[in-house]
Every structure is written in structure tokens, then in C-alpha cells.
């Protein structure tokens, strides 16, 4: 039997700002062009890869857009190399929410997952190191706090490293990126809304609170309470500003049976 016409399309050929773009990307995901290095200049580059330099300003476009490298056209140090970065999945996630592809409540609930495994390792791995961190956090977090309720921005900033601290105790560096990367996500769609819809003083004191009851968790070795308090937290604080119909999906993720 013959195979159906519609199995098979025709194929396009790759266009060549696409091969460059691919050979500068692996050398930069392999380590030899490490985050600070620079790219040969525009004309180097037109030289080693024998192509015109309309080709090369289009794949350093392309790895501009995907948050690889820092480009300026003509620049003569050449594109300054970033490098992958939890930026990078931050953005993906924040503009997945913002097209509907993945609503606000399914981010909130994926980072109720993350901080909940990322506290429930940290109790059993951390090190001294790790709850100094953890503390410096919050004791920047209280003084923000006492000292204006207008630092909204800088108090996330400071939530966002405490929790990073978390995920590095874990010892685990992909949940690590995940967790920050899915928060960064979070506080930029929903902090807004937090500095409009309540008293921001009651907010930060509720957060410090809480931030500190996650460290006596942990400090102490109790897994499944550091667990818990992760995901109650992240309910109290997100579950009235996710979209109605995905609030349920928070509201399965607070509890887990198995503690």
C-alpha cells in the first residue's frame, strides 16, 4: 500500500544566518565562549564564516532575541556573550502567561510545586553557608519593610533571593533555575496587582513572617513543614488574584497526603 501524499511536506532549506546563528549558539552552550566574552567583530565574522554581512547581522539578531549575546551593529569589541541565564526562562514563562498559552494559576500552582520540593530538600541538605544567606534575606526584607512601604520592588527582589538561597541548598542546580526563573515570572505579572489590591505594609510584615517560619523549618531539618509552608504561603498570597477558573488548581496543590 502506498503511503498518503499528506504524510510528507517539502522540505525548506536552511538559510545560512541560521547556520550561523547555530555555531555561534553551541559554542556558547559548550563553554567556549563563556557569559563577558566577545564575539570577532562583524567584519571577523564575515571573513570566517564567507558570508556577506547582512547574514551575520541577522544571526546575531536571532541570538539577541533568544538572550544569548548583547549586540550593538558595528560595534568593534563585538556582541558581548550572556550566556544562558534564568532570564531567559523567566521571560518564556512571562510571555507564555501573557498569550494565554499557560494561565497566571498554572504558573502560580508550577511554582507552589518547585518552592514546595526546593524547601523539603533544602531541610535536609542545607549548610551552615546556606541559612546565612537565608537570613541575610530576610533581615534586608525587614528593613525594607520598616523603613517604606513604597520598596515594593526592591522587598521582591530580596524575597526572590531568599528563595534562590532555597533552591541552591537543595543541591539541585536545574530546580534552582527553574525556581528562580518561574518566580521572576510571577512577581513581573502579579506585583501590580499585590501593590494595588492590598495594604502593602500588612503585606511585607504577613511575608516576613512567613519567610521566617520557612527557615526555622529548615534549620531545624523538618522537611514536610518546610514543605507545607511553601505551598500554603504562595496560595494566601496568589490565589485571589489567578483567574477564577484556575484557582482550584492552587487550591489541590496546598494539600499533599503524603505528610
Not at 541570538?63 to 550566556?83: C, F, H, K, N, T
Not at 531567559?88 to 514546595?116: P, W, Y
Not at 505594609?201 to 523538618?222: C, F, K, P
Amino acid at each position: 500500500m502506498a503511503p498518503d501524499d499528506d504524510l510528507f511536506q517539502p522540505v525548506k532549506p536552511v538559510r545560512a544566518y541560521q547556520r550561523v546563528a547555530q555555531q555561534i549558539e553551541e559554542r556558547i552552550l559548550s563553554g567556549d565562549l563563556p557569559p563577558g566574552s566577545r564575539l570577532p567583530a562583524e567584519r571577523q565574522l564575515v571573513v570566517r564564516f564567507d558570508v556577506g554581512r547582512s547574514t551575520v547581522r541577522e544571526a546575531l539578531r536571532v541570538l539577541q532575541s533568544a538572550g544569548l549575546i548583547r549586540s550593538r551593529p558595528g560595534d568593534p569589541l563585538g556582541a558581548e556573550v550572556l550566556g544562558v541565564s534564568p532570564d531567559n526562562l523567566s521571560q518564556a514563562l512571562s510571555r507564555l502567561t501573557r498569550s494565554r498559552i499557560a494561565s497566571l494559576g498554572e504558573l502560580v500552582q508550577f511554582r507552589m510545586v518547585l518552592d514546595a520540593e526546593s524547601n523539603r530538600l533544602a531541610a535536609r541538605l542545607h549548610t551552615p553557608d546556606d541559612l546565612a544567606r537565608m537570613r541575610e534575606q530576610i533581615d534586608r526584607m525587614e528593613r525594607l519593610g520598616v523603613s517604606s512601604t513604597g520598596n515594593l520592588h526592591a522587598f521582591s527582589e530580596a524575597d526572590a533571593l531568599f528563595h534562590r538561597a532555597i533552591a541552591e541548598a537543595s543541591g539541585n542546580s536545574l530546580l534552582g533555575l527553574c525556581a528562580r526563573a518561574v518566580h521572576e515570572a510571577v512577581v513581573g505579572v502579579i506585583e501590580e496587582k499585590i501593590a494595588g489590591a492590598t495594604d502593602a505594609a500588612a503585606w511585607m510584615e504577613r511575608s516576613i513572617t512567613h519567610h521566617r517560619q520557612v527557615l526555622d523549618a529548615i534549620s531545624s531539618g523538618d522537611a514536610p513543614r518546610a514543605a507545607r509552608l511553601g505551598r500554603e504561603a504562595l496560595y494566601e498570597h496568589y490565589a485571589d488574584h489567578v483567574e477564577p477558573e484556575t484557582r482550584r488548581l492552587l487550591a489541590a496543590a496546598v494539600e499533599d497526603p503524603s505528610e
